[in-house]
């Protein structure tokens, strides 16, 4: 299990609305301005995080409160805008950059895997690279080809490369705090389609290091792995389980790469049966990777082959069709239901 080097610092003016909900954007503003403010060396920049403060308004005020020196718009270069960060890096500056949109990192991903990630490696530990490369990510927002990609699977494969994607307000905040703390570089997953999900919590908080999992419902018969824009119909289907007398327990990664096998290993040793939900392809997706894990570390306790519930081997549709392309309750449910339940479960399975 992955240690954490620098623990998160505290601080900053995070404040909820006046009934207390607070949304993914707003968490992730505020933990960009709380990180500006405790640290100079840190940067914010991209295409038109500045003055419009975002596709998204996830920097939205940044630059009007810390300058356009410490927040910045780039030119259309994503190449650039990385190759830029890794000289600054290297510098001893914190920057934090945005890929608009998911498909619009792949321009630069020959620096993530040929430099980002190997300079720790390439200098023998002599120059750490602490680097926060945000991505917004994933479907469900109506949009078209290189705007809805899960992309998660390139990073994920990149040794080197740390990548978180929260699935709540409070990691939003937390998470994206520690990856901007992480002495190395994080890819970190912002699921477009939770940016408006709204939660009652107070900012700043702290949940905890990069590289563990986290248990959003217990329960016993099955476990369903999940991380970002799946977690909703997960805790949903759990729900709906529920109903008929299944106790499914739903384990939300946070963190993909490290990998948190521990906690992952520990639900299935004692469920016997589990499901990987995302929204990525299933074909050498990410799902395929968690799956051979846990067959390799807990074979003699499944009661059944792991499924998985993904999206499709396509390019991602237009939006009139992605409802169908997506994982949603009822696909997750039929999977749990071949699970190979014994005859007193068959009924409700």
Not at 78 to 98: C, D, K, L, N
Not at 175 to 185: C, G, K, M
Not at 312 to 322: C, N, Q, R, S, T
């Amino acid at each position: 299990m992955p240690t954490d080097p620098a623990a998160a610092r505290t601080g900053g003016t995070g404040k909820s609305t006046a009934d207390g909900t607070v949304t993914m954007a707003k968490a992730l503003n505020t933990a960009l301005r709380d990180a500006l403010r405790a640290d100079e060396n840190t940067l914010v920049f991209g295409e038109d995080v500045g003055t419009l403060g975002g596709v998204f308004r996830v920097t939205d005020g940044l630059a009007r409160e810390f300058g356009d020196d410490r927040c910045f718009d780039t030119p259309l270069a994503e190449s650039a805008i990385i190759g830029t960060a890794v000289g600054m890096a290297m510098y001893g500056y914190r920057p934090v950059v945005e890929m608009q949109f998911d498909a619009f990192a792949y321009p630069a991903f020959e620096q993530l895997v040929s430099h980002v990630a190997k300079f720790r490696a390439r200098t023998r530990g002599a120059l750490p690279l602490p680097l926060t490369v945000r991505i917004p990510y994933g479907g469900g927002i109506g949009g078209v080809e290189h705007h809805s990609d899960s992309s998660e699977i390139y990073y994920m494969a990149t040794p080197g490369l740390t990548v978180v994607t929260p699935a709540t307000v409070a990691d939003a905040y937390s998470l994206l705090r520690r990856s901007i703390d992480w002495p190395d570089p994080v890819v970190f997953l912002e699921p477009k389609r939770l940016y408006w999900h709204k939660e009652k919590t107070g900012l700043p908080t702290d949940t905890g290091p990069l590289g563990w999992a986290a248990v959003r419902r217990r329960g016993t018969d099955a476990t369903l792995v999940t991380y970002g824009p799946a977690l909703p119909a997960a805790l949903a289907a759990a729900e709906a389980a529920a109903e008929s007398g299944l106790s499914l327990e739903v384990i939300d990664l946070r963190t993909l790469a490290p990998f948190d096998e521990e906690t992952v290993a520990a639900s299935v040793d004692r469920t016997g049966r589990a499901v990987v939900v995302h929204e990525a392809h299933g074909f050498a997706g990410p799902g395929a990777e968690i799956a051979a894990r846990i067959t390799e570390r807990c074979f003699y306790r499944l009661e059944a082959p792991v499924r998985r519930v993904t999206g499709f081997d396509v390019p991602y549709p237009a939006p009139l069709l992605e409802s169908h392309y997506l994982p949603d309750v009822q696909r997750i449910l039929d999977a749990v239901a071949t699970l190979e339940w014994p005859a007193r479960r068959t009924a409700a399975a």
